[in-house]
């Protein structure tokens, strides 16, 4: 399914926050990971991945360093930083109230249980 823009806009930083929070990685592989644990509903295309980790590391919230592969490639991988570690809590929370909002006006369950 595919999002519109403005929808995925505030929550794809929070997503690729949290999915750093995991680990580090290089572009592609974090895309992949975002792609596979929203069961393949959040795909974050080059177009919008990257300038978003451009940003989120201008911001200082991660941080990103080239390394070489054993293959003799430059990747740059990420990490989240203690700046945005401490967004991603703040991020969480509001989400968390902001879907709360959501269930009470939409009148049902957002997260059933499985």
């Known amino acids: 399914m595919k999002f519109e823009r403005q929808l995925l806009k505030g929550v794809a930083p929070v997503v690729v926050l949290e999915t750093l929070s995991r680990g580090k990685m290089y572009g592609y592989e974090l895309g992949e990971a975002i792609l596979q644990k929203s069961g393949n509903v959040l795909d974050l295309g080059q177009g919008t991945l990257y300038p978003l980790l451009y940003n989120l590391e201008s911001q200082k919230l991660v941080a990103g360093e080239w390394e070489q592969t054993e293959a ?26 902001l879907f709360g909002a959501l269930k009470l006006v939409f009148g049902v369950e957002l997260f059933p249980a499985r």
């Open 72 to 97: 003799g490639r430059k990747r740059k991988y990420y990490t989240i930083t203690s700046k945005g570690k401490l967004r991603l809590e703040t991020d969480k929370a509001q989400l968390v109230d």
